[in-house]
């Protein structure tokens, strides 16, 4: 049996660490998970449901738990859980990040949507050419950020990870930086003009 500790982690994380598992579990196996937030307890009954698989979650004291039997030989991605087809989109893509917030709205549920993305990013069965960071982008890439981890895994998976000088500059954090290399317009401009296509969360 393995378990999964997905408490005090924000979604998607309690998910990722979900998949991981699951992909390591041997037929018959029993895998259980507690988490203690509730869009992700959703989030992996779903997930496990669209595996075929038959899930049994249970609420106590503010603790999700869940309980699912790998029943099938080999774990497949199917529709619907985020996997991507090779061949449905080109190998060439670029992620440029020029907030250190997603979306408009409230600022502090734009920070963590960012960090979600940036952490489920380093899961992608095809990772981008480049992730480009300019504006106040360039902050999650210092030290403090919440996403370095997942930043440096990115970069020694051959993710090119380019941060705008003039940015780095403006908002005073040079010596903060933990990740990447700084780099100019010019080529940040040469960059997203050859990529195949552009991702911009």
Sequence with gaps: MQTVDGKGLLCPQPLILTRKALKNCLPGETLKIECDNKTAFQNILTYLNDQALSPEGTELDGIFHITVVNEKVEVEEV???GSIDPGMCSNSYVVVVSSDKMGDGDPELGAILMKAFLNSLIEQPILPTHLIFYNSGVKLATI????????KTLDESGVDVMICGTCVDFYEVKTLLAVGRISNMFTITETMAKAGHIIKP
Excluded at 144 to 151: A, N, Q, R, T, Y
């Design 79 to 81: 529709a619907g859980t």
């Design 144 to 151: 403090d950020s919440g996403v370095i981890g997942s930043l």
